[in-house]
């Protein structure tokens, strides 16, 4: 009955951690006493307010730097290393990812019911473009491990902007928790494409399919992957 179900998730539905809420809201109050500063400064100080005018204005973009300097830091490396990085744009998975979790849900058998709870509990960490396919990484608040080794399992679509099947496999860390979902083109270009935003249809059995991959993804950093190369 369980494999039967669907994963009712809609694209970047799911509501933000609450780390993700906080800094939001430290941001914003942040943001507002920043202005309310320079405000109070003109008022008090009138012509002689721009030199402390221009210090608040800097002191508010020295903390904002200091706020983001890892994803700063991050995307220059990506760039100085040649590598295409596809920013986060939701906690929730993409419609090609439901699709790919709802596959692996219909045969997961025994097992299914315990996935649907380890993904329905998942966030979305990062995802990855390498230019010749799209990885995502991502975390569960009630991480479960399937009793039967499911990574076997290949969904298979049809990209109607590629005009080409790609493969999905989900793939386990070392406690066989399910953290992460390959797609993989067999070394089609994919460096402008935007794997969230992807049309797709099931893929017809007569289509030829790309290699499957024989390793994991080589994971160099915690918030970015890059895909091993495919035989």
Not at 170 to 177: I, L
Request: hydrophobic content about 50%.
């Amino acid at each position: 009955m369980c494999a039967a179900r669907v994963l009712a998730l809609d694209k970047f539905n799911r509501r933000p951690s609450r780390k993700v809420r906080e800094r939001k809201a430290i941001f914003f109050v942040a943001a507002f006493m920043l202005a309310a500063g320079c405000f109070a400064v003109m008022i008090v100080f009138k012509n002689a307010s721009i030199p402390w005018f221009l210090g608040l204005y800097v002191f508010g973009w020295t903390l904002a730097f200091l706020a983001w300097r890892q994803g700063i830091i991050r995307n220059y490396r990506l760039w100085f290393s040649g590598l295409k990085f596809q920013d986060i744009q939701g906690p929730g998975f993409s419609t090609l990812e439901v699709a790919a979790i709802n596959e692996l849900l219909a045969v997961a058998g025994p097992d299914a019911g315990l996935l649907r709870r380890h993904f329905e509990g998942a966030e979305v960490v990062a995802r990855y473009n390498s230019g010749v396919g799209g990885v995502t990484t991502f975390r569960s608040q009630h991480p479960r491990s399937p009793v039967n080794d499911i990574t076997n399992h290949m969904s298979w679509f049809l990209m109607d902007d590629l005009r080409a099947v790609v493969g999905a496999q989900f793939w386990a860390d070392e406690t066989g928790v399910l953290v992460m979902l390959e797609v993989f083109t067999g070394g089609l270009d994919t460096r402008a494409f935007d794997w969230t935003k992807a049309s797709f249809a099931p893929a017809p059995e007569a289509l030829p399919k790309p290699p499957i991959p024989s390793m994991p993804p080589l994971i160099t950093e915690p918030h970015w992957v890059v895909l091993a190369s495919v035989t």
